[in-house]
C-alpha cells in the first residue's frame, strides 16, 4: 500500500497489552510490570499515560493507545529513573543485563538481515519509476516498498544539482515522486483509527503537542474537527501509516499526558 506502520505500537497493541494483559489475569495477577520508559499521572478523570523521566528514553509515544482502564493494571516501575539510573542500579545488584545493549525499534529484523530480505521472504517486491511532479521519469527503485516520503539515497537520482527528495509512494502506480525540501513540509496532518485515554477528541481549537515519531520532536499545534492537527509552523510530512500522538500542553501545575492518537493521513 505504500505506507510505513510502525510494529511497535502495533506489537503494544496486541500483544503486550492485550494477549500478555489477558493471561496475566487469567492466571491471577491484578497487574503486569514492564521495563517501559513511561509514567502514570493520576488526574481527576482517572489515571492517564505521562512521559518517563528520561526524555531521550521517553516510550509514551508508543503506549499511546492505552486506555484509563488498561494503566489501572499495568505498572512502570522506572519510569521515574533515567536509563544510566537504572543501569547503575542493575549493576549494584549483579544483573547480567546492567550492560545489556539497548533494543532497537524494529526488534525481530536484525542489522546483519535488513528490511529488504526480511520483506523477500515474505511478499513479492515491486520495482518501480522515480518521476517528477509532472510526470518525467528521472530513476528506478528495485523495490517501493522500501522507499518512504523524505528518503533521499537509494532513488537511482544522478547526482549535481539541488537534493531531491522522495514526496509520495504510489504502489498501484508503480511510481515514487521526487520533489525538493520544501515539497516535504506541511501545515496539517490527519488522523484514522484515532483511540482517545478520555473516550473523545479534544475540544475543537484546542492547543496540543504533538509527536509523529518515536524519539521525534514535539511540535505545537491545534485540534481540529475531521480528526486532524493544524500546526502552529510547517513541518516536514509524515509517511501516512505512521503513529500520530496527542499530548496535553504541560503547565507547572498540570503534567502532560497522552490525550491520545491515531494513525497518520495526508490532508
Not at 86 to 91: D, I, T
Not at 125 to 143: F, H, I, K, S, Y
Amino acid at each position: 500500500q505504500g505506507r510505513t506502520p510502525n510494529p511497535c505500537v502495533e506489537c503494544n497493541r496486541h500483544i503486550k497489552f492485550d494477549k500478555l494483559a489477558r493471561r496475566a489475569r487469567a492466571l491471577g495477577f491484578d497487574a503486569v510490570a514492564t521495563g517501559h520508559h513511561a509514567r502514570i499521572v493520576a488526574t481527576p478523570d482517572g489515571p492517564r499515560l505521562g512521559r518517563g523521566a528520561d526524555d531521550a528514553k521517553d516510550q509514551s509515544y508508543v503506549l499511546h493507545m492505552l486506555s484509563g482502564e488498561d494503566l489501572a493494571r499495568t505498572r512502570f516501575p522506572i519510569g521515574h529513573l533515567t536509563k544510566r539510573e537504572v543501569r547503575r542500579r542493575a549493576e549494584a545488584l549483579g544483573m547480567r543485563t546492567a550492560d545489556k545493549p539497548d533494543s532497537q525499534d524494529v526488534c525481530f529484523i536484525t542489522r546483519a538481515d535488513g528490511r529488504r530480505a526480511f520483506l523477500e521472504r515474505r511478499i513479492e517486491l515491486t520495482p518501480g519509476r522515480v518521476v517528477t511532479p509532472d510526470g518525467a521519469v528521472v530513476g528506478n527503485v528495485p523495490a517501493l516498498e522500501l522507499v518512504t516520503p523524505g528518503q533521499r539515497k537509494g532513488l537511482g537520482l544522478p547526482g549535481g544539482g539541488p537534493r531531491r527528495y522522495a514526496t509520495d509512494v504510489d504502489l498501484a502506480a508503480g511510481t515514487v515522486t521526487v520533489g525538493f525540501e520544501a515539497d516535504l513540509e506541511i501545515d496539517a496532518l490527519g488522523l484514522s483509527r484515532p483511540t482517545w485515554a478520555g473516550g473523545s477528541p479534544p475540544e475543537p481549537g484546542s492547543p496540543v503537542e504533538v509527536q509523529t515519531a518515536a524519539h521525534g520532536a514535539v511540535r505545537r499545534a491545534s485540534w481540529e474537527a475531521g480528526d486532524r492537527v493544524r500546526f502552529d509552523r510547517p513541518q516536514r510530512r509524515v509517511a501516512a501509516g505512521q503513529s500520530v500522538v496527542i499530548y496535553s500542553v504541560p503547565t507547572e501545575a498540570v503534567p502532560q499526558v497522552v490525550l491520545g492518537g491515531g494513525i497518520a493521513e495526508p490532508v
